[in-house]
């Protein structure tokens, strides 16, 4: 096939122009084009009043090696690259000793599915329930104020990712084309067909809980096995070898293989894998606090006339401001037409996330504000960065009522530096709730200098995005996790564990669903590849 680029059409251009754009540009006749398939859709819309839609194609014709040799030398016009997924290894009879993956998240969900399509039959070991218990269990912390510590946000089922977005874009570099299986394998599950082709694609919550399940099937009907409520309490480690693990049910399972994909917020499993000699470093996070615009503002400044456009949808931002004291503040997880969502894990802890459904329909868009802070902001061991996070966990916990309530206050406040008492016009979507106060002092003062110094910045490229009557929400510490378990590059192992496998946002090497999965394919091939070269040498 053919791979033609950067087809630019109006925004509401009708169905044959795509159909004349390729004849026009590849200088055929209708009856040489066989077939064509969008292969990805964009937007440009730096001018608000002519947005266009950018098209990649694939094109099958009655005349490929004539097109091609026309067009020699031009970017736009190439054989279409391969961009199907393939196996590294098989394995040609079940192992004795089945690989382990700690953790059923994005990472641990992928690295399950690929062990178990190449035959090894895994062991998954997830700490929290099934998705629909663990979505419960979830809205009980946002209906009654009643947390479960092992079923929540971040622990369960699909992991933190669950309650998100949904998004399933990133910036990794992906040569591989592993980002594509991801997308193949999601299709499969139930996605709708769009994430395959548009820019930016999302799934949303309630779509995501059932493509979860639908996979969790496809791996045990190929020989993985998937148990909930275990969790992992300590490592075996013998000579530098991991030998087996331990669990809270007091079972002990022999694995020479063990796949490390726990999310960011399993801070007891990280201090269990420090404690046990792991290596484990600390690395850089960001802080800060949800803010909440109605949809609408965020539309109007990104799309102007074109705003609520079907084909463009509710629309996001990006935004980066270098303040003066030094600190980076930038918006993380913009979730269009969204609610902001409670994601503590821990008891007298309060922590914000933010989540749309695929509509993203809801009136107000959210996203995290946060300023970025390093190792040299918590010097004093490995583990660090947990407890900082813990400590203003515990104080939006303690502003906040005590009672999960979450500490809020408007954006004209905050500027002003006083605190609200009362609300305007943009009603706050956190549940159980906010408490009005002043958000000062939640956070440390050079990040709350930097945050007020952003806003207005952030304005002049969102107009309307310092409105006072905005709302913060406090506060977002799990952007990241604060600890990275390093790993060699070549065979992806633990720097002086063999057999232990750190993958994925927990242990430093993801940040988001899609790079997420597409580590837990890598580390699936590694484990492959070391499981049959064991094999053989045996």
């Known amino acids: 096939m053919l791979r033609l680029t950067d087809i630019q059409l109006p ?7 795509l159909k004349d754009a390729i004849l026009h540009t590849l200088g055929i006749q209708e009856q040489e084009l066989v077939s064509f398939a969008i292969f990805r859709r964009g ?23 004539k097109v091609l040799a026309r067009n020699a030398g031009k970017p736009r016009i190439g054989p279409t690259p391969d961009t199907s997924y393939h196996f590294v290894t098989h394995a040609e009879q079940a192992p004795e000793q089945r690989p382990v993956v700690i953790g059923f998240g994005p990472c641990g969900l992928f690295a399950g599915l690929l062990l178990a399509q190449m035959g090894f039959r ?3 070991l997830e700490r929290g329930k099934a998705v629909r218990e663990r979505t419960k269990d979830t809205w009980d912390l946002w209906r009654k104020r009643e947390l479960t510590p092992e079923s929540n946000v971040q622990f369960g089922e699909g992991g933190a990712g669950t309650f998100s977005d949904g998004k399933l874009y990133s910036q990794i570099k992906d040569p591989k084309h592993y980002g594509r299986k991801v997308l193949t394998e999601f299709v499969k599950a139930g996605a ?5 082709y548009v820019s930016k694609p999302h799934i949303g919550t309630f779509r995501l809980v059932k493509m979860i399940e639908e996979m969790r099937t496809n791996i045990e009907a190929l020989g993985g096995e998937i148990r909930f409520q275990q969790k992992v309490t300590d490592i075996d480690i013998q000579d530098g070898q991991v030998r087996g693990l331990h669990v809270n049910d007091g079972d002990y399972i022999k694995a020479d293989h063990v796949v490390l994909a726990i ?51 509710a629309a996001d931002y990006k935004l980066v401001h270098h303040a003066k004291n030094g600190r980076s503040v930038y918006s993380f997880c913009m979730c269009p037409g969204g609610t902001v969502v409670a994601a503590a894990s821990e008891p007298g802890r309060v922590v914000t996330n933010g989540m749309s459904q695929y509509s993203r329909n809801e009136r107000n868009a959210n996203s995290a504000i946060v300023v970025g802070i390093t190792p040299e902001d918590y010097p004093e061991h490995p583990l660090a960065g947990i407890d900082l996070q813990r400590k203003l966990e515990e104080l939006a916990y303690e502003i906040g009522g005590s009672n999960y309530n979450a500490p809020g206050q408007l954006v004209g406040d905050f500027m002003a530096g006083r605190q609200s ?35 207005p910045a952030f304005d002049k490229q969102i107009k309307g995005f310092a409105m006072k009557d905005a709302i913060l929400t406090g506060v977002e510490t799990r952007t990241s996790s604060p600890i990275r378990i390093k790993r060699n590059n070549d065979d992806l ?21 899609l790079s997420a999965s597409v580590d837990g394919i890598k580390i699936a091939e590694a484990v492959a590849l070391s499981m049959q070269s064991l094999g053989e040498s045996c």
């Open 192 to 196: 709708p067909e769009e994430i395959m």
């Open 122 to 124: 895994p062991i998954i």
């Open 11 to 17: 925004l509401d251009h009708p169905e044959s122009a």
């Open 263 to 313: 999310g960011h917020s399993a801070r007891d499993t990280f201090q269990m894998v420090h404690r046990r000699g792991v290596y484990v470093e600390a690395k850089p996070f960001s802080i800060g606090f949800r803010i909440e615009h109605p949809q609408s503002i965020i539309d109007q400044a990104r799309f102007g006339p074109n705003a609520g456009n079907e084909t463009l949808g």
């Open 421 to 455: 008492t009362e609300l305007g016009e943009v009603i706050p979507s956190y549940k159980p709730g906010i408490t009005l106060c002043d958000l000062a002092a939640t956070l440390p003062k050079f990040a709350i200098d930097a945050m007020r110094e952003a806003i």
């Open 493 to 513: 192992q633990s720097l002086n564990t063999k057999g232990l496998y750190p993958a994925g946002e927990g242990a430093g090497y993801a940040g988001g669903i």
């Open 43 to 65: 937007y440009d819309a730096r001018k608000k009043t002519a947005i266009v839609l950018i098209y990649t194609i694939d094109i099958e014709t009655t005349v490929n090696d």
